[in-house]
């Protein structure tokens, strides 16, 4: 397995966990309080889900998309 592969896992997982974090944070009484009366949630919180997704698309994209196959 090469590199580009292994950073792409590594990303996915990141992402993953970022997503995880993001959505517990999501119900948390200040981002309740936050998303009823202001229509969004906390920095942080879209931080974490934007973070996360943006994480996820590239894993997904380096590990699918490895380096072009060599011709032997």
Request: proline share 3%.
């Amino acid at each position: 397995m090469d590199a580009k592969r292994i950073v792409g896992i590594a990303l996915l997982v990141l992402g993953l966990g970022l997503v995880v974090v993001g959505m517990n944070a999501s119900h948390s009484v200040a981002d309740q309080v936050s998303n009823t009366f202001l229509g969004r949630f906390t920095q942080t919180t879209t931080w974490y889900l934007l973070g996360g997704a943006v994480g996820i698309v590239l894993g997904i994209f380096m590990t699918l998309i490895g380096p072009p196959a060599k011709n032997a």
